[in-house]
């Protein structure tokens, strides 16, 4: 999901919007996104991980690696499922199941990737503050994760 969005970021603008359609025109310059480390830090699967404010995009990126007993249930069984516990500045919450392993290559800290419908992606103004994980799945990871933060800025050629 990160691709495609990024591949409609940098290519489409926005023309209108209405409650049910984004109409969008493809970008007559070349633009390019530029990637900044802003943190990164060793943290807990039990920590609630705090999404900092950033002018561009933010990306998150969690190496979670599978602790021996949950290496050899994922050889021989199917982990059980993990989710993400997602919070928005306006107080609402929701939950969406996800690989672990998919973190380590970047998710956006975006409103569009979370939506339940169209309608609820074109509330532009809410923004991700919080993100925390649980699941009977975690149990077969170790403890400590690494969390880094990334901005994507946009530039024109």
């Excluded at 799945?137 to 403890?143: A, F, I, Q, R, T």
Aim: proline residues 3%; contains cysteine.
């Amino acid at each position: 999901a990160p691709n495609t969005w990024e591949s409609i970021i940098t290519h489409y603008e926005t023309i209108s919007k209405d409650k049910n359609y984004i109409l969008m025109k493809q970008k007559k310059e070349s633009i390019i996104l530029k990637e900044n480390l802003v943190s990164a830090y060793q943290s807990s699967l039990d920590e609630e991980i705090n999404i900092p404010q950033a002018e561009g995009l933010v990306t998150l990126t969690v190496d979670m690696k599978l602790s021996l007993k949950g290496y050899a249930v994922g050889l021989l069984y199917c982990i059980e499922p993990v989710y993400a516990v997602i919070t928005f500045d306006d107080g609402s919450v929701i939950q969406r199941r996800i690989i672990p392993d998919q973190l380590s290559q970047g998710i956006w800290m975006d409103n569009y990737s979370y939506a339940n419908d169209l309608n609820d992606s074109l509330k532009l103004d809410k923004k991700i503050i919080r993100i925390s994980f649980l699941g009977e799945g975690l149990k077969n990871y170790k403890s400590e994760i690494t969390v880094q933060f990334f901005e994507q800025k946009i530039e024109t050629k």
